[in-house]
């Protein structure tokens, strides 16, 4: 009976010894498998055309380099404080150079609507509170500008606006 126990205890420790060759397979295999499928959707999300790959280069197409346009250097009232407040103001639009001739080139929105254009913004100062004529950096004042002017200059072909930005690098309120 001791030469059957060496005999049981032997077979024991010869398959615990031998690594299940099946199994580090079928490991392997779904390892390989998940990394090709990781790898699929990784390159299919992560996809960049070309005109990405130009603009994170930091070459922009030409039609799309942005240029500063003067809208208007103005001086506007505010009488929202109680007091009379007069601001003095220059906005500049951002206007990509494709829809620069809609602007102020060939058939030029601008210059046709000149009178009506300063009448808006009149009115976005008359009505504007006071504590947004003085924020920093005037978001709420450029917001407002923005969303009139793109309803004056309206869309490109493209179907995106025309004026990119407003910018107001002058705000100065005196009180009258």
Not at 103 to 114: A, D, Q, S
Not at 130 to 147: C, D, F, G, N, Y
């Amino acid at each position: 009976m001791p030469d059957d126990e060496k005999k049981d205890g032997a077979d024991e420790a010869s398959t615990k010894k031998k690594p299940p060759i099946i199994m580090l397979a079928i490991i392997a295999i779904m390892m390989l498998g998940e990394a090709g499928v990781v790898y699929i959707v990784a390159s299919m999300t992560n996809g960049a055309s070309s005109a990405s790959a130009t603009e994170l280069e930091g070459e922009v197409p030409e039609g799309d380099q942005l240029v500063e346009v003067l809208l208007l250097q103005d001086q506007f009232q505010n009488t929202q404080s109680g007091r009379v407040w007069e601001w003095q103001a220059e906005i500049y639009l951002k206007v990509r150079q494709k829809n620069l001739d809609g602007v102020r080139g060939v058939n030029p929105t601008l210059e046709k609507r000149n009178a009506e254009i300063k009448e808006g913004i009149a009115l976005i100062f008359r009505r504007a509170q006071h504590k947004h004529l003085q924020e920093p950096a005037l978001q709420t004042i450029s917001r407002q500008i923005t969303t009139y002017v793109n309803e004056v200059f309206g869309a490109d072909v493209d179907g995106l606006p025309r004026v990119e930005r407003v910018v107001i690098p002058v705000c100065k309120g005196f009180e009258v």
